[in-house]
């Protein structure tokens, strides 16, 4: 018996006894899995831990849970044997040798004593060690877990909640906390590595048993968070403070009214802004949208939670930086990181949202209210700011839409750095915890919206949030595909100063300002960037790109199923980043998956010669919404693929040439990661899979057209067509008048832009987006393609329309030449 492997010197009455104690605690687990079975559903952290831990089910087990507790223990369990992993109450059978699987840390508050109190966990342990030691070739994986009932972080003057649950607390906790049960997982530790540590065992045990514990107490922390605070007293603490009653002083003289009437005023402005979180608010929203996401969507797709959660055990500030597709994402985010394990955060929710009766439920789940500009307004953006310092100050995540609203193209959108200026601006002040920002790609194969964000493209008003319109919304609920969130890559901001900015902790008040305002803009990119890398391409987007690329928006279906494997092949051998995540099923269950979905106008037809797959014109600008999402990936290989089809034969140097040049355009208007010189090998790379799947042939240093799949070519060239002809009618305005007006340059680009839209059928509404033309005026002027007297520069000018205007057709140059020689004319005279 396990007993007996610890200790040998059991005496027979101690013996019998400990049978007894075993007959019993069998019968007393029988009976609590009955209990347990019927009011207990519990969540595991990670879904998938063998996957995302990198468990090997292969070597032994050794469960390591905070203290003892049957319960949890049975919870467990039940969460191992659904996982594929092994039982817990087994044993681990080595060369002989059967020892517990499973070890409690503490004693904590138990029914019936566990034979692994912390005298036996440390002869356990070092049974574990000797073995490790005998036999050279065992790694037992030591995996801690932690089963959390409820995640109420409790409020400031009050009593926190106990560590351990007693009898009378866990039955309470069964009932009311059955349905809000998370078992937690965390990476294991190898127990070989433990044993060749310096020391006696006992003494290594002691260390681990010390090690664990404040493991559980960060884990323990990471999914409650801070206590929340006593409302009242934040408020006074930030309206007493030295900046917002400067503030006030301000407010009253400029309006020239009493110190008090100002104070009001700024604890009005507190109430407008502040969240008012409610953990009861927050199960209650657990269970709604639990409810909504089964209504929506076929499952949410998450990626790479276990970056947040390491950053949130190691103690960090955590702010949460979304894409924006929808006002889905908040709530995503938020119902995600709960069932991550993780506390959901404190989130800048625009003040349009707050509307009866919406306001006050967003309120009590977390959102704080800022309005949408600061302007003018000291008092205001004072009271702001110190408010969400206090949120840094007082450890609470927070999240904020670096976009400023909802992309209505698909497309990332320029960021807007307030948020992040304020929060660099916390980091200056004295904050000790390091900040890391989390970008988060979050995608669907539908948006809610979409149908109005066409309609707003099209010149309608946006409407203005309130009551009917959440009505509407509700009455569209039906399954739309699947919804993907995916963590990118994070920036820890002391880091990234660190390497960047070495002085920045030197540096304060006037002085700061200089250096400051470059690391926003700077991090702000990079928070872009790092969202693109972490792209979840779906069926919908990929189909979308597809069909798009045919001008008929029209494909045979044995060529928009090749075209989809091409795709996929490019994705999976020439990767745009590791984070990206590529869909593995394959083309034909994609393309049933679309059509099934029955919302993109999608049409099925048929004739003599086999199936056709029709995209409805009326459907084109909502796919491109779609094929927007994930442009960026596609972009160089279409650039490339471009090259290839209009010269029909070039040397490999001059194509890596010509996409040297582009490349930094496309960088600055995507969001593209790649440096300058990583560009070469890159474009080497995608050759060779161009050539690998027969699209391209090479000889020697000559790339020509493999006539046999030219179709396949085609469609990836159209990816960057639209692209390329914007740039060509901005450069071929500097080239007519190098010295037009920049405010000029973007009007008269963006008029012949939809001037080419209407002629040539062009359906993106972002082709004539003002604020492309603008980034790339924007980035002429960064690579050096404007003179110091602020005039074109011709030569370099006109070498990068060289380049460009083979790429274009006959018909679009001639369009594009005709319409910028008349706007130049007409503005001469």
Same mark, same amino acid.
């Given at each position: 018996?396990?007993?007996?492997?610890?200790?040998?010197?059991?005496?027979?009455?101690?013996?019998?006894?400990?049978?007894?104690?075993?007959?019993?605690?069998?019968?007393?687990?029988?009976?609590?899995?009955?209990?347990?079975?019927?009011?207990?559903? %519990?969540?595991?952290?990670?879904?998938?831990?063998?996957?995302?831990?990198?468990?090997?089910?292969?070597?032994?087990?050794?469960?390591?849970?905070?203290?003892?507790?049957?319960?949890?223990?049975?919870?467990?369990?039940?969460?191992?044997?659904?996982?594929?992993?092994?039982?817990?109450?087994?044993?681990?059978?080595?060369?002989?040798?059967?020892?517990?699987?499973?070890?409690?840390?503490?004693?904590?508050?138990?029914?019936?004593?566990?034979?692994?109190?912390?005298?036996?966990?440390?002869?356990?342990?070092?049974?574990?060690?000797?073995?490790?030691?005998?036999?050279?070739?065992?790694?037992?994986?030591?995996?801690?877990?932690?089963?959390?009932?409820?995640?109420?972080?409790?409020?400031?003057?009050?009593?926190?909640?106990?560590?351990?649950?007693?009898?009378?607390?866990?039955?309470?906790?069964?009932?009311?906390?059955?349905?809000?049960?998370?078992?937690?997982?965390?990476?294991?530790?190898?127990?070989?590595?433990?044993?060749?540590?310096?020391?006696?065992?006992?003494?290594?045990?002691?260390?681990?048993?010390?090690?664990?514990?404040?493991?559980?107490?960060?884990?323990?922390?990471?999914?409650?968070?801070?206590?929340?605070?006593?409302?009242?007293?934040?408020?006074?603490?930030?309206?007493? %403070?030295?900046?917002?009653?400067?503030?006030?002083?301000?407010?009253?003289?400029?309006?020239?009214?009493?110190?008090?009437?100002?104070?009001?005023?700024?604890?009005?402005?507190?109430?407008?802004?502040?969240?008012?979180?409610?953990?009861?608010?927050?199960?209650?929203?657990?269970?709604?949208?639990?409810?909504?996401?089964?209504?929506?969507?076929?499952?949410?797709?998450?990626?790479?939670?276990?970056?947040?959660?390491?950053?949130?055990?190691?103690?960090?500030?955590?702010?949460?930086?979304?894409?924006?597709? %929808?006002?889905?994402?908040?709530?995503?985010?938020?119902?995600?990181?709960?069932?991550?394990?993780?506390?959901?955060?404190?989130?800048?929710?625009?003040?349009?949202?707050?509307?009866?009766?919406?306001?006050?439920?967003?309120?009590?789940?977390?959102?704080?209210?800022?309005?949408?500009?600061?302007?003018?307004?000291?008092?205001?953006?004072?009271?702001?700011?110190?408010?969400?310092?206090?949120?840094?100050?007082?450890?609470?995540?927070?999240?904020?839409?670096?976009?400023?609203?909802?992309?209505?193209?698909?497309?990332?959108?320029?960021?807007?750095?307030?948020?992040?200026?304020?929060?660099?601006?916390?980091?200056?002040?004295?904050?000790?915890?390091?900040?890391?920002?989390?970008?988060?790609?979050?995608?669907?194969?539908?948006?809610?919206?979409?149908?109005?964000?066409?309609?707003?493209?099209?010149?309608?008003?946006?409407?203005?949030?309130?009551?009917?319109?959440?009505?509407?919304?509700?009455?569209?609920?039906?399954?739309?595909?699947?919804?993907?969130?995916?963590?990118?890559?994070?920036?820890?901001?002391?880091?990234?100063?660190?390497?960047?900015?070495?002085?920045?902790?030197?540096?304060?008040?006037?002085?700061?300002?200089?250096?400051?305002?470059?690391?926003?803009?700077?991090?702000?990119?990079?928070?872009?960037?790092?969202?693109?890398?972490?792209?979840?391409?779906?069926?919908?987007?990929?189909?979308?790109?597809?069909?798009?690329?045919?001008?008929?928006?029209?494909?045979?279906?044995?060529?928009?199923?090749?075209?989809?494997?091409?795709?996929?092949?490019?994705?999976?051998?020439?990767?745009?980043?590791?984070?990206?995540?590529?869909?593995?099923?394959?083309?034909?269950?994609?393309?049933?998956?679309?059509?099934?979905?029955?919302?993109?106008?999608?049409?099925?037809?048929?004739?003599?010669?086999?199936?056709?797959?029709?995209?409805?014109?009326?459907?084109?600008?909502?796919?491109?919404?779609?094929?927007?999402?994930?442009?960026?990936?596609?972009?160089?290989?279409?650039?490339?693929?471009?090259?290839?089809?209009?010269?029909?034969?070039?040397?490999?140097?001059?194509?890596?040439?010509?996409?040297?040049?582009?490349?930094?355009?496309?960088?600055?208007?995507?969001?593209?990661?790649?440096?300058?010189?990583?560009?070469?090998?890159?474009?080497?790379?995608?050759?060779?899979?161009?050539?690998?799947?027969?699209?391209?042939?090479?000889?020697?240093?000559?790339?020509?057209?493999?006539?046999?799949?030219?179709?396949?070519?085609?469609?990836?060239?159209?990816?960057?067509?639209?692209?390329?002809?914007?740039?060509?009618?901005?450069?071929?305005?500097?080239?007519?008048?190098?010295?037009?007006?920049?405010?000029?340059?973007?009007?008269?680009?963006?008029?012949?832009?939809?001037?080419?839209?209407?002629?040539?059928?062009?359906?993106?509404?972002?082709?004539?987006?003002?604020?492309?033309?603008?980034?790339?005026?924007? %980035?002429?002027?960064?690579?050096?393609?404007?003179?110091?007297?602020?005039?074109?520069?011709?030569?370099?000018?006109?070498?990068?329309?060289?380049?460009?205007?083979?790429?274009?057709?006959?018909?679009?140059?001639?369009?594009?030449?005709?319409?910028?020689?008349?706007?130049?004319?007409?503005?001469?005279?």
């Amino acid at each position: 018996m396990r007993f007996t492997l610890l200790n040998n010197k059991i005496n027979p009455v101690e013996f019998g006894l400990k049978i007894r104690m075993a007959i019993f605690l069998n019968i007393y687990r029988k009976t609590l899995n009955l209990m347990l079975s019927l009011s207990v559903k %519990s969540n595991p952290i990670p879904n998938d831990p063998i996957g995302e831990l990198e468990l090997d089910t292969q070597k032994c087990f050794l469960y390591l849970l905070p203290y003892t507790s049957q319960t949890d223990l049975l919870i467990l369990r039940k969460d191992c044997l659904q996982l594929g992993l092994p039982d817990p109450l087994a044993d681990n059978k080595i060369n002989g040798d059967r020892l517990p699987r499973f070890v409690f840390l503490d004693r904590g508050r138990r029914f019936f004593k566990s034979p692994q109190l912390t005298e036996d966990t440390r002869l356990l342990f070092t049974k574990y060690f000797e073995l490790h030691r005998s036999h050279p070739e065992l790694d037992v994986q030591l995996v801690p877990v932690s089963v959390l009932w409820g995640r109420s972080p409790g409020r400031e003057k009050k009593l926190p909640h106990l560590r351990f649950l007693g009898r009378l607390q866990k039955l309470w906790a069964m009932i009311w906390f059955g349905r809000d049960n998370f078992v937690r997982f965390s990476k294991a530790v190898s127990l070989r590595n433990m044993a060749q540590l310096q020391g006696s065992d006992d003494e290594i045990a002691l260390k681990l048993t010390r090690v664990g514990k404040i493991h559980f107490a960060k884990q323990r922390t990471s999914a409650t968070g801070p206590r929340l605070p006593d409302r009242q007293a934040m408020f006074r603490q930030i309206l007493q %403070s030295s900046a917002v009653q400067e503030a006030i002083a301000d407010e009253a003289k400029n309006k020239k009214i009493d110190h008090a009437k100002a104070s009001q005023n700024a604890e009005n402005i507190l109430h407008e802004i502040a969240a008012n979180v409610n953990y009861e608010s927050l199960r209650l929203a657990d269970r709604f949208l639990g409810w909504l996401w089964n209504k929506l969507y076929r499952g949410i797709d998450v990626k790479n939670g276990d970056r947040v959660r390491k950053l949130a055990i190691e103690g960090h500030e955590i702010v949460y930086i979304p894409c924006h597709r %929808s006002h889905i994402d908040y709530l995503l985010l938020s119902y995600v990181l709960y069932h991550q394990g993780l506390v959901p955060p404190h989130i800048a929710a625009g003040i349009n949202l707050n509307f009866w009766p919406v306001g006050g439920r967003f309120r009590s789940w977390g959102a704080f209210f800022i309005r949408r500009t600061f302007s003018g307004n000291r008092l205001y953006s004072t009271v702001f700011r110190q408010y969400l310092s206090e949120l840094f100050h007082r450890g609470y995540a927070v999240e904020f839409f670096i976009e400023g609203g909802r992309s209505r193209t698909g497309r990332l959108l320029a960021p807007k750095t307030g948020m992040l200026s304020m929060t660099l601006q916390a980091l200056l002040e004295g904050h000790t915890r390091p900040i890391s920002l989390v970008p988060v790609y979050v995608g669907y194969e539908h948006v809610l919206e979409v149908d109005t964000y066409a309609k707003e493209l099209r010149g309608a008003a946006k409407e203005k949030e309130n009551a009917g319109l959440v009505l509407r919304v509700i009455k569209k609920l039906r399954n739309m595909g699947k919804g993907y969130v995916n963590f990118g890559e994070p920036i820890t901001l002391n880091t990234y100063l660190n390497q960047h900015y070495p002085q920045w902790k030197e540096n304060h008040g006037e002085e700061s300002k200089t250096w400051l305002n470059s690391a926003v803009d700077q991090i702000a990119v990079q928070v872009m960037r790092n969202i693109n890398k972490a792209a979840a391409i779906n069926a919908m987007n990929l189909i979308g790109t597809v069909l798009l690329s045919s001008r008929q928006r029209a494909l045979s279906r044995e060529q928009l199923l090749s075209q989809l494997s091409c795709y996929q092949q490019l994705l999976n051998n020439v990767s745009y980043s590791g984070d990206v995540i590529v869909p593995q099923e394959s083309p034909q269950e994609m393309l049933d998956h679309v059509l099934s979905l029955d919302k993109v106008g999608m049409i099925q037809e048929k004739d003599n010669f086999g199936e056709i797959i029709r995209l409805e014109r009326s459907s084109a600008v909502l796919m491109t919404y779609y094929r927007n999402n994930i442009q960026h990936l596609f972009v160089l290989p279409s650039l490339i693929a471009s090259i290839v089809i209009h010269h029909e034969a070039i040397q490999q140097s001059l194509l890596l040439q010509a996409v040297q040049k582009i490349y930094p355009f496309l960088k600055s208007e995507l969001f593209m990661d790649f440096a300058d010189d990583d560009i070469a090998p890159l474009v080497k790379r995608i050759l060779a899979e161009l050539q690998r799947q027969e699209l391209i042939n090479r000889h020697e240093n000559m790339l020509t057209i493999n006539k046999r799949n030219i179709r396949s070519l085609q469609l990836l060239a159209a990816g960057v067509r639209e692209i390329v002809q914007r740039y060509y009618i901005t450069l071929d305005f500097l080239q007519a008048d190098p010295t037009i007006a920049r405010g000029s340059l973007e009007k008269e680009s963006q008029s012949v832009a939809q001037r080419l839209s209407v002629l040539h059928g062009i359906n993106a509404p972002e082709f004539f987006d003002k604020a492309v033309f603008s980034t790339f005026i924007a %980035s002429l002027r960064e690579n050096g393609y404007f003179t110091e007297s602020d005039g074109a520069d011709s030569a370099k000018i006109a070498e990068l329309a060289a380049i460009l205007r083979p790429l274009l057709s006959g018909e679009v140059y001639m369009t594009i030449s005709s319409s910028v020689e008349s706007a130049v004319e007409k503005e001469k005279n």
